[in-house]
C-alpha cells in the first residue's frame, strides 16, 4: 500500500491472533482439552471476549457486562 494510507498500523501479520491462540493449545496440550462439547465453547467464547476487549483497550468486566445484558436485579426492578 501507499505510504501514508488508513492501513498504516495493522500488522502486516496475523502474530498476535496466533498469540491469542496459546493459552488454548497448551491447555489442550497439558490437560488434554475439555471434557465436554459445552467446556469447549464456553471457553473459546470467554478468550475472545477477553483478547477483543484487551485489544480494544477496554475493561473486561464491562465488555462482558455488555455481552451479558442487564442484572435480573434490575430487570426485576431492584437496586443492583
Known amino acids: 500500500m501507499a505510504k501514508g494510507s488508513i492501513c498504516d498500523d495493522v500488522e502486516p501479520t496475523n502474530n ?11 491447555h489442550r496440550k497439558v490437560i488434554g482439552g475439555y471434557r ?18 484487551r485489544k480494544r483497550g477496554e475493561n473486561l468486566l464491562d465488555a462482558l457486562r455488555a455481552v451479558a445484558g442487564p442484572s435480573p436485579l434490575t430487570a426485576a426492578g431492584l437496586p443492583s
Open 16 to 26: 498476535s491472533s496466533e498469540r491469542d491462540l496459546w493459552p488454548a493449545v497448551i
Open 36 to 53: 465436554s462439547d459445552w467446556g469447549a465453547e464456553a471457553s473459546a467464547i470467554f478468550t475472545t471476549l477477553l483478547t477483543t476487549a
